[in-house]
């Protein structure tokens, strides 16, 4: 059974960091393009980063600076490194897992991200 389950959401204030992790199993992680995308209240589901199975990262612009995509192929995980974090960045984080880049691939549950004073 494919499971990718997110964690290390929560409550943070403007100017804080928190980091995300994506544990996977019942694929081969290695694989496949792994992303992080999120989706604020009202608002459209966007991709925020992707590390690709050679290594290779992308950011959009927003985060660029301040976010930084990794994986351990080894632990089957993929994190997302959050600083400087700002209201405009509370969402609900979601990862996603692609063996190509057409695919809808395999999502998490999603975990939420509240950046409030």
């Known amino acids: 059974e494919v499971q990718l389950v997110e964690s290390g959401g929560g409550l943070v204030q403007p100017g804080g960091s928190l980091r995300l992790s994506c544990a996977a199993s019942g694929f081969t992680f290695g694989s496949y393009h792994m992303t992080w995308l999120r989706q604020a209240p009202g608002k459209e589901r966007e991709l925020v980063a992707a590390?690709?199975?050679?290594?290779?990262?992308s950011y959009i612009d927003s985060v660029k600076g301040r976010f930084t995509i990794s994986r351990d192929n080894a632990k089957n995980t993929m994190y997302l490194q959050m600083n400087s974090l700002k209201p405009e960045d509370t969402a609900v984080y979601y990862c996603n897992a692609r063996f190509q880049w057409s695919d809808n691939g395999y999502w998490g549950q999603g975990t939420q991200v509240t950046v409030s004073a």
């Open positions: 590390i690709r199975r050679g290594g290779s990262t």
